[in-house]
């Protein structure tokens, strides 16, 4: 297994009173996307502004390339790129002067820059617009913009929080399309969002933080199955058996995942299924595998804890 170029041990954070990371561990190898998932104030953005830099960490230590970055700070924020969620384009400038002023703040200063932007631009789709105010943008194209700053110093581990938030499923598409591409070009990215067909697709492991602490973690399969088990039984809200089927499904350890109006979302081993079947034989219900939107609504029903 490839080396970690990222990685961060018992991370903390307090705030006052309240611990917003507590002792987290991460790690993230080249060419992969690490999926750092977690509701609202779960400690993402918080983790995400440590790991670069932003805010210093109450405990734990943060290396890059297995060098402590408290200790190599300045060739560590070399190798880092970040695009957070706000849009933080200059618009007194032009969409290829975004990149030009940006790539300007790093030393050693960016080998054939004129080249590295027109390449940016050109892979980005962004040509085009080069010499216009990033006014006439849309919202995609803006985000486009956002991701390709963040690269233009070419880091080796990018930050990107939440990139899509606010895109039409089109342009959402499109910018999975890029991080996969940089990706394969060997970039180590860290990922937040909270679409989480975009974290399955995209992620190579993911970290899921509850109350600070990671609950879980590993290949995207693995932590569903880790945490949910085999199946998820749907039982509709008219079907005449629901509440004997959820009564008797309790009986045997399994709690609802959720109640959508009225559709209850169980979480069922094989076994159990096959119980299930045999003994509610008149019933209608639906099947499906369990997903990582039943892992969210499972992780706030049971505080975060997984057998």
């Not at 394969?184 to 899921?208: C, F, N, P, Q, W």
Request: proline share 5%.
């Amino acid at each position: 297994m490839t080396t970690a170029i990222l990685e961060a041990r018992g991370l903390t954070k307090k705030y006052g009173d309240r611990v917003v990371v507590d002792h987290l561990d991460l790690s993230c190898r080249r060419g992969t996307v690490l999926g750092l998932l977690g509701s609202n104030g779960a400690g993402k953005t918080t983790t995400l502004r440590m790991l670069y830099g932003f805010v210093p960490p109450d405990e734990g230590a943060i290396f890059y390339a297995g060098k402590r970055f408290s200790d190599h700070r300045s060739e560590a924020k070399r190798s880092i790129g970040v695009c957070t969620q706000d849009d933080s384009l200059d618009y007194d400038f032009t969409v290829a002067q975004n990149l030009f002023i940006y790539a300007s703040y790093f030393r050693p200063r960016v080998e054939s820059l004129e080249r590295r932007v027109a390449d940016l631009l050109d892979r980005f789709e962004l040509t085009p617009y080069a010499d216009a105010s990033p006014y006439v943008l849309s919202g995609g194209f803006v985000r486009r913009l956002l991701i390709a700053r963040s690269i233009v110093h070419q880091p080796s581990v990018l930050f990107l929080d939440e990139p899509t938030t606010g895109l039409d499923p089109s342009a959402r598409l499109d910018v999975w399309e890029l991080i996969d591409g940089m990706r394969a070009e060997g970039l180590a990215i860290v990922l937040t969002t909270h679409y989480m067909d975009e974290a399955e697709r995209l992620s190579d492991e993911l970290l899921v933080i509850h109350q600070g602490r990671g609950v879980v973690r590993g290949e995207p399969h693995r932590v569903i199955d880790t945490a949910l088990g085999d199946h998820v039984v749907i039982v509709p809200r008219g079907e005449p058996a629901r509440q004997e089927i959820e009564a008797w499904l309790r009986s045997k350890g399994a709690q609802p995942v959720a109640t959508v109006l009225g559709e209850l979302r169980v979480p069922v081993s094989k076994e159990i299924l096959i119980e299930l079947t045999a003994r509610f034989k008149d019933a209608t219900w639906q099947v499906r595998p369990p997903n990582l939107d039943d892992l969210f609504i499972a992780l706030a029903r049971q505080n975060g804890r997984f057998a």
